[in-house]
């Protein structure tokens, strides 16, 4: 078997490899928000299109089209960023894994790309009725985010304050290894590079802009295809393994 494109099959196609036992989707959560000087605003939604088709195909499951819209509040301010309040997103969670549980599937998979959906999203999944809640399996640990980093300052060398958390050294290169037309180096700047644990709480609190101007929180100035590549291998790993932690049984669906 390999992954069908939910949203490019009638619903009888659907149904009928429902029927045969393909009964896991993978859905994407990413966001349309400022990424620095040098990538669009569609980046969190383009992993999030990479990732789930690659666990998709992976789990033999379905890939459902990518929620683009996320919780971004933090971002506000920068033009073109579009944000949902978290009890908006909470619904739109809700209301999607009902319709695809009314629809046939018998389990979800949730791939938040985006940091500021990390949190929603768990509260999303502890909002859900029970018997819906049994059959998600929701990435909510922000900490996979810094594995990547991890990986970048370990294997080649790239400080966690350029490897940062957003639109940094590991960002642009998996941006560069799936979409390098719309990653403009010629542009890029270092935005902020000091600890990025107080970061984190300042950016959610005061906003991205109270600590970087430009919008990045990293430098991607040693960014590049090859590291792209080897940050994919590495996230698509992580995240199966944490999928099927989840998975009833400890499977991974199908």
């Known amino acids: 078997m390999a992954m069908k494109v939910l949203?490019?099959?009638?619903?009888?196609?659907?149904?009928?490899?429902?029927?045969?036992?393909?009964?896991?989707?993978?859905?994407?959560?990413?966001?349309?928000?400022?990424?620095?000087?040098?990538?669009?605003?569609a980046t969190d939604a383009l992993i999030g299109d990479?990732?789930?088709?690659?666990?998709?195909?992976?789990?033999?499951?379905?890939?459902?089209?990518?929620?683009?819209?996320?919780?971004?509040?933090?971002?506000?301010?920068?033009?073109?960023?579009?944000?949902?309040?978290?009890?908006?997103f909470h619904r739109v969670v809700g209301d999607l894994v009902g319709s695809l549980l009314k629809g046939g599937f018998e389990h979800i998979v949730l791939l938040p790309t985006h940091g500021g959906n990390f949190a929603p999203l768990a509260e999303a999944v502890q909002l859900l009725p029970a018997q819906e809640r049994a059959r998600v399996v929701a990435l909510t640990d922000l900490g996979a985010l810094f594995e990547v980093a991890l990986a970048g300052e370990r294997e080649y060398g790239v400080p966690l304050g350029e490897g940062g958390l957003h639109a940094g050294e590991w960002e642009t290169s998996m941006l560069m290894a799936i979409h390098p037309e719309l990653v403009h180096m010629d542009r890029a700047e270092a935005g902020y590079t000091g600890d990025m644990e107080s970061a984190v709480q300042s950016l959610f609190e005061q906003g991205v802009a109270s600590i970087s101007p430009n919008g990045a929180i990293g430098d991607p100035a040693r960014a590049s295809t090859s590291h792209g590549e080897r940050y994919w291998d590495l996230v698509e790993e992580l995240v199966l393994e944490r999928v099927r932690t989840q998975a009833p049984g400890g499977g991974s669906g199908g």
């Open 7 to 41: 949203d490019q099959m009638s619903w009888p196609e659907v149904r009928s490899e429902l029927d045969a036992g393909r009964t896991t989707v993978v859905l994407a959560l990413g966001a349309t928000e400022q990424h620095a000087l040098h990538m669009p605003l």
């Open 50 to 88: 990479e990732l789930a088709r690659r666990v998709a195909e992976r789990m033999d499951a379905f890939l459902a089209p990518t929620v683009r819209i996320g919780c971004s509040e933090h971002h506000v301010g920068f033009a073109g960023t579009m944000s949902l309040h978290a009890d908006t």
